[in-house]
């Protein structure tokens, strides 16, 4: 009788230390992973700060640009076979797209390329 007790006892307590071990492994991969959410995040403002500070930078010399193409005198023929300058939209990568990249299996949030549109996801 005494033996049923104590494996019953030794049975629960290799339970519920299991459990312990369970749940400290699920907090710690938690963890992980909201730290790497706030990277990303960081990372995404760090970015978006350096696209406006570059466009400020560029902003001048854009207009530079553009005052010094209208203040060139033209001639006719140069005048009609020159194009006006256009910028192109860089094309975007939508995240219905990953047949395109190199490993389109399935990945974590933070081992894909930087799309800001597959963040939110």
Request: hydrophobic content about 35%.
């Given at each position: 009788?005494?033996f ?16 312990i ?22 990372l995404?403002?760090w ?19 553009a ?33 395109r ?21």
């Amino acid at each position: 009788m005494y033996f049923r007790f104590t494996a019953g006892l030794i049975l629960a307590v290799c339970v519920s230390m299991a459990g312990i071990w369970l749940e400290k492994q699920t907090l710690r991969l938690r963890r992980e992973v909201s730290s790497q959410h706030y990277q990303t995040d960081v990372l995404i403002e760090w970015i978006v700060r350096k696209r406006l500070e570059t466009q400020q930078l560029s902003a001048p010399l854009t207009r530079r640009i553009a005052q010094a193409d209208q203040e060139l005198p033209r001639s006719g023929v140069q005048a009609a076979g020159r194009q006006p300058r256009r910028v192109e939209p860089m094309p975007s990568t939508a995240p219905g797209d990953t047949a395109r990249l190199r490993n389109p299996e399935p990945q974590l949030r933070f081992q894909r390329p930087w799309i800001p549109e597959g963040i939110t996801e």
